[in-house]
């Protein structure tokens, strides 16, 4: 069956210019680094926050460390909230 309703999300010929390859890639490309850049300093920070917490952890002695060490390590790769809960609960601070 052929549907004649012209579809609006396609641009018609006489209106716009034809897209090559090397304009839609400069555009989107462009547009795209920002975001990019963003992405990577965050998953940097989120690796340098879980290398921290992983260091922590095996620095430290097993009677300053809430619960077994061994139960840490698997929760450090959960993003963020492992080595979150690791620093906010994980370590015993004496009554000062």
């Known amino acids: ?15 716009s210019r034809p897209v090559t390859a090397a ?9 795209a680094v920002p975001l990019r850049l963003g992405g990577i300093v965050l998953g940097l920070v989120q690796f340098a926050f879980a290398f ?3 260091w922590d952890l ?5 009677d300053e460390v809430r619960g077994p060490k061994l139960a840490w ?13 690791y620093f906010l609960f ?6 000062r």
Request: hydrophobic content about 45%; glycine content about 6%; overall charge neutral.
């Open 1 to 15: 069956m052929t549907s004649y309703i012209k579809n609006p999300a396609t641009p018609s010929s006489s209106t």
């Open 23 to 31: 304009t839609s890639a400069t555009s989107a490309g462009i547009a």
């Open 52 to 54: 921290l917490a992983a």
């Open 58 to 62: 095996a620095q430290r002695d097993a």
């Open 73 to 85: 390590v698997p929760a450090l790769f959960l993003n963020w909230i492992g080595p979150a809960a």
């Open 90 to 95: 994980g370590i015993r601070h004496e009554d």
